[in-house]
């Protein structure tokens, strides 16, 4: 099993098991974004975290990796091994003082291993900047037609290889909507575009769904978990039910002013910034 089979698999079992990535992370002693970046298959969970995972969720995590996969981890855990062994041999170098041809050998294995640590580095560097895209910069349109939104949406999720679920049923709200087209296209953008923080986007997506009205404020709402790292999600998911289910003008008005004093607050002052820090 791939890396975003692996975290699509492991998302589907922390819902099932009713706890949010925040909490499973605690559970696991391991960080927020840890899960957020195994859920989205942007890396492989080390053995240890794969056992805390099994143990917190009770679900047996190690037998869904191929034996491709194993033979890669058992690889690296020789390798780390190889290492451990060099740096040994290093440290006796400085105890030789006439075997001439046992330093110069020690010395290029030094020399190798530098070179291939650079090696490795360079290409975990090139994966990680190509996982990622930047969806954010195809252009609003307030006005956009429903078939404008499918179509755009349907681009989206054809060139990414992850939330692909979440964004099939956005054109599927897409389609049996009368409003919001564009909110809908937005909703599409921050899922393809951030790692992290699908569920509450598409909590908001299920209410732009229900509301059956126009309303201009959704997009400005949703934008705001990422501007916050993904943090306080479920206050914004409170202030879109609240959006979708105003009956005045007076009701909007006053989410319009919840919006700008949680930007004001926000960690970030722009989705950009907040795309290049993630």
């Not at 890669?72 to 190889?82: M, V």
């Not at 909507?177 to 569920?199: M, P, Q, R, W």
């Not at 509450?200 to 949703?222: T, Y």
């Amino acid at each position: 099993m791939n890396q975003i089979n692996f975290g699509h698999k492991l998302a589907e079992i922390r819902r099932a098991k009713g706890l949010t990535q925040s909490e499973l992370a605690e559970k696991c002693n391991v960080s927020y974004r840890t899960i957020q970046r195994i859920e989205i298959g942007k890396v492989t969970p080390r053995g240890y975290t794969i056992k805390a995972l099994s143990a917190v969720l009770d679900y047996n995590l190690l037998k869904m990796f191929s034996d491709d996969s194993l033979k890669n981890y058992n690889t690296d855990s020789q390798k780390f091994i190889t290492v451990q062994q060099i740096i040994k041999q290093i440290i006796d170098l400085f105890n030789l003082k006439t075997n001439t041809m046992k330093k110069l050998s020690i010395l290029t294995l030094i020399s190798g291993l530098v070179l291939l640590g650079l090696t490795f580095s360079n290409k975990s560097i090139a994966q990680e900047n190509s996982e990622i895209t930047n969806f954010l910069t195809i252009k609003s349109n307030e006005n956009i037609s429903q078939k404008e939104a499918v179509k755009i949406i349907e681009n989206i999720n054809n060139k990414i290889g992850y939330h692909n679920k979440p964004i099939e049923l956005l054109v599927t709200y897409a389609k049996k909507s009368n409003y919001n087209f564009d909110t809908y296209v937005h909703l599409a953008k921050l899922i393809s575009s951030f790692g992290y923080s699908t569920e509450p986007v598409m909590d908001i997506a299920k209410i732009v769904f229900i509301s059956h009205k126009e309303c201009d404020l959704f997009n400005d709402i949703a934008s705001l978990i990422f501007l916050n790292d993904g943090n306080d999600y479920k206050t914004y998911v409170e202030l879109a039910k609240l959006a979708g289910s105003a009956k005045n003008e007076n009701d909007l008005s006053n989410v319009r002013k919840d919006i700008k004093k949680y930007q004001a607050q926000a960690k970030f002052k722009t989705l950009d910034e907040a795309f290049k820090n993630q």
